[in-house]
């Protein structure tokens, strides 16, 4: 019995992290349903954050009431960033895109913001790309693939695949039914929408690291940025619909769009995925993305009756070695920051942080990259996957000398 227990505790980050993906899955098809019917999705995604605020709001009070450092403006500008490109701009260009092309799509080019969020944090000096070792090279190599997955995703279809299909289909069963024909035309800007989705959530990612720095509550930080999208999600979602009668909530779809999507995928979720990164680390979250893409495309098939093309497996399988190439060069370069600092921290206790800043994208408080864009903790230690290390004395060498020329007070 004893070893049964063991071996279901091992099991949890496993069941959670499969929850959580069939939850977001669920927030694909749901999104579809809802602007199926007519709703608008700007003030859908307002009630969305309005529900998450009211999740997470108490559990901060509760949980860090004692360990919660005084706000600045600095922390409320940066959870005001935060607010707009992690949760408000990312949501509703999310939408704007599932909308245009279909729930399979927009989870496939999600993947890409790995690759997006590498492009930035080298841009802003916080992420080491060492091109001469093999994890630098995977991770440019992974980048680019994602990147042509998503252009094979939308320019190219092939045969059909109809393996799935059943006589079951929510979207056209009664009520308002909008047009859902997916033309090229569409593909292109729901192409188009998704990238600027990824590119969004990545600044949002930028500005979270920094925020995690500043103000390390990861409940309260996430109370903050949950009020602040809330205040933005609504005052964007007033100026595109001006009809109050579209903001009353009935016994329907749409109320449990909403609360679905703020309780449970943004608020239980996300404690979920915390839990998750504090026993595995933020990789180990990471790699369990693309399940996201094959249950959406399952379900799409199964109750949307979505058609499936060659194109679009190929380009999903594409996109998803590319997210694996950028992980698998995070992992070793984490890997190896981590095992530096703890060297150097035994002969200089002062260099561990100075360090962490320095690595930046490196440091401890890589943020879990989720799909379906939701609210994003950064926290925990990282357990990483452990490679063959043939490049392992060029790659110490450049982090020694990261090290090194770091200027430490003592």
């Known amino acids: 019995m004893e070893k049964l227990y063991k071996i279901l505790d091992g099991l949890k980050p496993l069941m959670m992290m499969v929850t ?3 939850a977001l899955a669920g927030v694909n098809i749901l999104y579809k349903l809802v602007a199926n019917t007519g709703m608008s999705l700007p003030i859908l995604i307002a009630y969305r954050f309005l529900f998450a605020a009211a999740t997470i709001v108490p559990l901060a009070l509760v949980l860090e009431r004692k360990t919660r450092p005084k706000l600045t403006w600095k922390i409320l500008g940066q959870a005001f960033a935060c607010g707009l490109f992690g949760g408000t701009l990312t949501q509703n260009l999310y939408a704007a895109s599932l ?16 690759g997006f969020t590498l492009i930035l944090a080298v841009i802003f000096r916080m992420e080491a790309l060492v091109l001469k070792t093999w994890p630098g090279k995977a991770k440019v190599v992974g980048t680019l693939l994602s990147i042509g997955g998503a252009m094979l995703l939308t320019f190219y279809k092939g045969v059909e695949f109809d393996f799935l299909s059943t006589k079951i289909d929510f979207l ?51 109370a903050l940025i949950s009020i602040m999208g809330s205040v ?28 679905y999507m703020g309780v449970f995928a ?34 799409g098939c199964l109750f949307l009756q979505e058609k499936l093309h060659l194109g679009s497996v190929l380009g999903a399988v594409v996109i998803i070695i590319g997210l694996y190439l950028v992980l698998w060069g995070k992992g070793k370069e ?27 994208g490196l440091s401890n408080r890589s943020n879990v990259i989720i799909v379906a864009p939701t609210f994003v903790p950064e926290l925990g ?10 490049e392992e004395e060029v790659e110490e060498e450049d982090l020694e000398a990261k090290v090194s020329s770091t200027n430490i007070k003592t």
């Open 232 to 259: 933005q999600a609504i005052v964007y979602a007033l100026c595109i619909e001006r009809d109050m009668r579209m903001w009353k909530l009935g016994w329907n779809i749409t109320l449990l769009t909403a609360a």
């Open 381 to 390: 230690s990282s357990d990483v996957f452990v490679f063959d290390d043939g």
């Open 20 to 22: 959580v993906q069939i």
């Open 334 to 360: 984490l890997k190896k920051a981590n095992r530096l600092m703890g060297s150097k921290r035994s002969t200089n206790p002062a260099i561990g942080e100075s360090g962490r800043e320095s690595f930046g």
């Open 99 to 114: 909308v245009k092309t279909s729930p399979t799509f927009i989870a496939a080019i999600t993947n890409l913001i790995p």
């Open 172 to 222: 056209h069963r009664g009520g308002h039914v909008v047009a859902t024909e997916q033309k090229s035309g569409n593909n292109v800007m729901g192409l188009v929408l998704g990238l600027a989705c990824c590119l969004s959530s990545s600044i949002g990612l930028i500005f979270q690291t920094q925020m995690s720095q500043s103000y390390p509550c990861h409940y309260s930080s996430t």
């Open 266 to 299: 943004s608020g239980i979720m996300w404690v979920f995925i915390m839990l998750c990164v504090r026993m595995r680390g933020p990789l180990y979250v990471s790699v369990f993305n693309p399940l996201l893409l094959v249950l959406v495309a399952i379900a």
